[in-house]
């Protein structure tokens, strides 16, 4: 069961795993580039001049979206890829907003056996509307990855026009559903009885908080991927000094074979960084 979870550390179930998933996602990142694209990464990385043409700071991770999802941005492969990767990453941020919290991952399992099944319903359509909203929020940053690149525009650049185009056209349509969704589940207070004692309310209550954030996070997995991305390039620039005069550095992350694993290594030491330091603010 589920609920056998809760005897891992928070430090586990709320920063090593986010922080595995995002080096899982740019594991094999390296196979879907081609020999010029590694060989550019891994001398901007390493401060060398370049051998190859220059292109735009963005077109890496690009590419490793079309590694991820699939090449073509409409094809039903590439909605069930998207679909998996959801599902994946709505698991994690459901683990990561549960270790914020103050109940357990028991509780929530009460709540969800207690649902009645109008509820259960409700609960599986919000969880298919939310991988459709992760598909539109995932092609649309890809769309514009495309249409930036062709005029070399940097990364930073794209996270700026990313975030604004999420805040405008997901966050507001994505907020309202997920509100109005949760007062629609939520049972009213007048349903207290026997079977359904003021314990599981609350539990239910909680439950629909922490899932709701979970929804909201995974609609900005992208811009989370590239905000850790971009910030892994700067520090692997800063390595990369170090790198050159240390043969212990080169074993550690192998930039010049694999800088794009080198950057998921680093992306998940960040997030795991963060994430505990967050933790230490909460709690």
């Known amino acids: 069961m589920i609920e056998n979870l809760d005897f891992l550390p928070t430090w586990i179930k709320g920063s090593a795993i986010p922080a595995s998933f995002v080096m899982g996602f740019f594991w094999k990142g390296d196979e879907a580039l081609s020999e010029d694209f590694r060989k550019w990464l891994s001398q901007k990385i390493?401060?060398?001049?370049?051998?190859?043409?220059?292109?735009?700071?963005?077109?890496?991770?690009?590419?490793?979206?079309?590694?991820?999802?699939?090449?073509?941005?409409?094809?039903?492969?590439?909605f069930a890829r998207?679909?998996?990767?959801?599902?994946?990453?709505?698991?994690v941020s459901f683990l990561l907003s549960l270790?914020?919290?103050?109940?357990?991952?028991?509780?929530?399992v009460d709540a969800l056996e207690n649902m009645q099944s109008p509820d259960k319903v409700l609960l599986t359509f919000s969880i298919v509307g939310n991988i459709f909203f992760d598909y539109v929020s995932v092609t649309k940053?890809?769309?514009?990855?495309?249409?930036?690149?062709?005029?070399?525009?940097?990364?930073?650049?794209?996270?700026i026009c990313d975030l604004v185009l999420t805040l405008l056209v997901?966050?507001?349509?994505?907020?309202?559903?997920g509100y109005f969704g949760a007062m629609l589940m939520i049972p009213e207070p007048s349903s207290y009885t026997s079977s359904y004692p003021e314990r599981i309310f609350t539990n239910v209550l909680n439950a629909y908080h922490v899932a709701g954030g979970a929804f909201t996070l995974t609609v900005y997995m992208s811009l989370?991927?590239?905000?850790?991305?971009?910030?892994?390039?700067?520090l692997l620039k800063l390595y990369g000094l170090i790198a050159k005069?240390?043969?212990?550095?080169?074993?550690?992350?192998?930039?010049?074979?694999?800088?794009?694993?080198?950057?998921?290594?680093?992306?998940?030491?960040?997030?795991?960084?963060?994430?505990?330091?967050?933790?230490?603010?909460?709690?």
């Open 82 to 91: 998207v679909a998996a990767v959801s599902i994946i990453a709505l698991l």
């Open 245 to 283: 005069a240390t043969t212990l550095a080169q074993w550690m992350l192998p930039v010049q074979t694999l800088p794009v694993r080198s950057i998921g290594i680093v992306a998940g030491a960040l997030l795991f960084c963060f994430l505990e330091a967050l933790h230490a603010f909460v709690g």
């Open 99 to 108: 270790s914020l919290s103050v109940w357990t991952i028991k509780d929530a």
């Open 46 to 78: 390493l401060g060398l001049k370049l051998t190859v043409p220059d292109i735009a700071s963005i077109e890496p991770l690009g590419k490793v979206f079309d590694f991820i999802y699939g090449p073509r941005y409409f094809a039903l492969t590439t």
């Open 141 to 159: 940053s890809r769309l514009l990855i495309e249409w930036l690149k062709r005029y070399s525009y940097s990364a930073i650049k794209f996270l």
């Open 170 to 177: 997901l966050n507001p349509v994505t907020y309202a559903i």
């Open 224 to 234: 989370l991927l590239t905000l850790l991305y971009l910030a892994s390039l700067i």
